[in-house]
Nanobody
């Protein structure tokens, strides 16, 4: 049915940049809100950034001014540009999308598999 595939994670030095991408595919009727979450070892999963279908955005205080979320509705893709990365940003990053799919036209929260981001000297 609906699948989300992330790319762009990896190892980067403090102060560096990474750009994450997440593309949705399958029998999608529409996509509502999209977002990025992250989870570090021993910590709860937290919302990093979110964007509505109309382009309104919100960010966690810890990433404001450094991260930018955007989307391309024609490609069913959401991006996360991460600049001035810190060791505290090290985590597994997950893409999420609220999708309307299937024969019943219900909305489901669809999740990507997660991609590792490591910020280290």
């Amino acid at each position: 049915q609906v699948q989300l595939v992330e790319s762009g994670g990896g190892l980067v030095q403090p102060g560096g940049s990474l750009r994450l991408s997440c593309a949705a595919s399958g029998s999608i009727f529409s996509i509502n809100d999209m977002g990025w979450y992250r989870q570090a070892p021993g910590k709860q999963r937290e919302l990093v950034a979110a964007i509505t279908s109309g382009g309104s955005t919100k960010y966690a205080d810890s990433v404001k001014g450094r991260f930018t979320i955007s989307r391309d509705n024609a490609k069913n893709t959401v991006y996360l540009q991460m600049n001035s990365l810190k060791p505290e940003d090290t985590a597994v990053y997950y893409c999420m999308a609220g999708v309307v799919a299937g024969h019943d036209f219900s909305e489901y929260d669809s999740w990507g598999q997660g991609t590792q981001v490591t910020v280290s000297s």
